[in-house]
């Protein structure tokens, strides 16, 4: 596959290409891949569409390195294009959209080349697109502001200038929401949401319900509010609870759709993923799983060993060689010692003969707290945590054989979990590293 990094060629950017060098780099030979910088707003689009239409039958992954701008763009140009897919390698500010996959991270090659696929909706709206949320009313007007501060250098309390002037300017809009036929609102509203994402605004979950591969658009269109009433709600909107308390709930029109139309007689702005587009009108569609979004995968590490013969101490070697180990000694003793019965285990016992496979990964949570060691074959099933623990009280004559390894791996890692999935093994070992 040919990864084509996509970023943003403005020189405040540069950091961006510099770190998506030095992972490529450390990744080492073997990536195929290409690095376009963008010229200006849309550029990131045009190039893509028109690498799709030049290259049909090419398996094509565009990397959107940066923040929700870049994303957009790239996966608008990716629209009608099946077959290719789409990454993200996150940088700068809190991208909304990914925070609808909380365990996943966007920061790494590696877990983004391991990574795999689902296929996600995207939003049409008119001749533009939109992959998380739309932003009507109050909402729009914030991000019209707020955008306008940071073009001008003042980024310091941008969004906040934006809700105070929001505040004052836009909580009683005269704008009409029309879903599948169904008008939500009678000619005005303080603001709406139209959402594939559930998050918007860095901290607000304004679309609780919303799924990305649903076929479905999560509307939400809330009434004009007396000043009191407002700020009594905004911390509902914020936590995205405003669905389940019955008073909010009367001040909301909530439907899922799979068209919307947005009307007034006057030019209003909306925001499609934090970018400004004024018209009368806008004719909304749902696009069911149109762009095939690369997950990163959870292991930092990944690999299968085939056949097993006479390899255990290559696999013990590249699990401890995961950048997720440790550097504390004590804890690599630990770690190395259970990650060695483990393995063992393995290699002599789940295959007659040792023709098989295993595979093997490392991951370490968000957080850098928790490291988990996953060891997965189909070999014969079997639960080494049904076996009752030895009694280390006993001589060695006296106790039975076998079952010391796995008592050991107990007393070494903080938890251990087996489970048979889809055939396979599946041996799970964590260990509190901070």
Known sequence: MLYIFIINGRQDKEHIAQDVDRQIKEFGPGLDYQIYKTRGIGDGTRFVKIYCDLHPNAKVCFVACGGTGTLNEVASGMVGSHDKYLAILAYGAT?????????????????????????????????????????????????????????????????????????FTARNNKIRIVADGERLNRSRLLLSTLSNGRWCGGEFLCAPKAELDDGWIEVSVFRPLFLLTFLRILPL??????????????????????????????LVDISLDGEIYASHTFSIDILPKEINLILPSLFT?????????????????????????????????????SIEEAVENVVRYAYEGGMGWIEVGTELDPDGVMLTIVLRDAGVPFNPLERPDPDVTLSAEDREIGGLGIFLCKQLMDHIEYKYEDGCNVLIMRKKVD
């Open 95 to 167: 991208n909304d959209f990914l925070k609808c996959f909380p365990d996943h991270d966007f920061t790494s090659l590696r877990k983004l080349v391991e990574g795999t696929v689902r296929p996600i909706d995207i939003i049409r709206v008119n001749d533009s697109y939109a992959i998380n949320v739309i932003n009507v009313g109050f909402d729009a007007v914030v991000a019209k502001i707020a955008n306008e501060s940071i073009e001008e250098g003042r980024v310091e309390n941008a969004y906040t200038r934006g809700i105070v002037a929001a505040i």
């Open 237 to 266: 909107y914020k936590n995205g609870t405003f669905l389940d308390v019955p008073w909010a709930r009367r001040h909301v029109h909530y439907k899922r759709a799979k068209h919307v139309d947005v009307i007034s007689s006057d």
């Open 301 to 337: 590490m990944k690999k299968r060993f085939e056949p097993i013969i006479d390899k255990c101490g290559e696999i013990i070697e590249f699990l401890m060689s995961s950048p997720d180990i440790p550097k504390d000694e004590n804890l690599q003793f630990k770690i190395r010692l």
